[in-house]
């Protein structure tokens, strides 16, 4: 069984493919590849981001200084999706969430110092919300 950082990685690699394809995140959830057929961690989580991500893309938006959500690389876009998602609607800790958004960002980003971005912006969200 997978942990839930490598749960949330495949949450980021299935929201990256649909974004780069025109494949439904359902069609991505059987491939093999992700392994992640029962885990309900993903389904929920997939299914919640793509039912909010109207609502998500605007908090993120409303939490960039001089950026648009469009300019930031595709990779950073579904890492502060699935963060805010998490602090926004479910019970996890912030703080995990950031943390983990930041581990994926220097993974992943296509820029050295974009976790240092992303986790500035996650926190702006967690202010906002808290008020």
Known sequence: ?????????SV?????????TDLDYRELLEFEVYDVSGSEYVTRTLDD??????????????????????????MDRQILRISTYEIL????????????AVELSKKYSEKDDSYKFINGVLKGIVETSAK
């Open 1 to 9: 069984m997978k942990s839930r950082h490598e749960l949330r990685e």
């Open 12 to 20: 980021f690699k299935i929201l990256f493919q649909v974004e780069n």
């Open 49 to 74: 981001i793509f039912a909010k991500k109207e609502q998500i893309d605007e908090i993120i938006s409303n939490n960039l200084k001089d950026w648009k959500l469009e300019r930031l690389s595709k």
């Open 89 to 100: 609607f479910t019970d996890i800790p912030y703080k995990v969430s950031i943390n983990e």
